[in-house]
């Protein structure tokens, strides 16, 4: 998410680049004697890794890590303590993962109107998945020789998103020697988006008196959300290039991408062969869960409709996936 000091620190960089370059474009733009450039055209193909925090759709995460919490991890230790088991234990590896990070692929097409003036056509693609799959088990003893044990599967936890669309730029350029060159560079256009969050998760309450463990209960859920939308995508950066042989050369650029849409899609429930469907636009909806031993209130996002009897929307749902970004590329120029 944008924050005051990421916008100061764009700004900073910018004043800064544009400092560097618009001397010397404006002495380029006053010498008339100076030959026209020999090549107006360069691609240039690139790739890079990028920061995420997309925390509307990273609730999923913390909405089935919390009722996790609360519903075993946090009734065991007040059993304990209220003399209705004499231990618990816990065992189980893995985790439900934030999204955090994407590693986008691009190119574009540049066009030099002046030797200091460029004006770009490009494309990025950018997607990235967290998907997990693990096994819980609970056990806890009421009397010595009785045991109780709760097990529950994932498989799996996954949340993805991706983005990609077109843009339009303008780039500022300062030639610093016959093979660099220093850019600074605001492009925008319109971002098309998807995302999807799915979790399948079995539950078995076993018992054994000492006689071999006997199924008490079970159950088995399995839960899909899936959205699309169009949002608006703004890069501000700057590059530095060197061309290495003939037409050819690398470049590395660093940039602050704001991308951001709404979603809109469908989703569903299959709970123990009993399956609920629905569609409408993703809003982010709050979660009450109360037991004995505490509550929780927990966000997430859904599709699920304002009527619906489990819960209320409490804002609109945004998929926000900007950040800083760091790209390695290679151009050719003609």
Known sequence: MQTRNQWSTIRCALV????????????????????????????????????LDPSDLNLAVSHDNGV???????????????????????TGEGERRELSQVNPI????????????ILSLGYKYFSTTESESFDYEYLSFPYPGHLNMERIGIAP??????????????????TLSDFAGLE?????????VEARYEQHQTYEWWFDAGGGETLVHQSDAHRV???DGTGLALEVGGQLSFRLYKGWGLFLEAAYAYQKAGLSGSGSETRDGAT?????????RQDEIVTQWGSRSLEFPTAFPDDGPDSGAVRDFDLDLSGFQLRLGVLFRF
């Open 16 to 51: 800064s680049l544009l400092a560097a370059v618009i001397p010397g474009a404006v002495a380029e733009s006053q010498d008339t004697d100076q030959a026209p450039r020999p090549a107006k055209f360069q691609i240039e193909v690139w790739g890079g890794y990028a920061a």
């Open 276 to 284: 609920e469907s629905w569609e409408g636009d993703w809003q982010v």
């Open 157 to 174: 936890f996954s949340l993805s998103a991706k983005g990609q669309g077109p843009l339009v730029g303008v780039h500022l350029l300062k």
């Open 106 to 117: 691009g190119g574009r097409v540049k066009y030099h109107l002046r030797s200091w003036l």
């Open 225 to 227: 959300e899936e959205g």
């Open 184 to 192: 600074v560079f605001l492009a925008g256009g319109p971002l098309f």
């Open 68 to 90: 996790q919490e609360l519903l075993f991890d946090e009734k065991y230790p007040w059993l304990l303590s209220q003399g209705e088991i004499i231990s618990w234990a816990r």
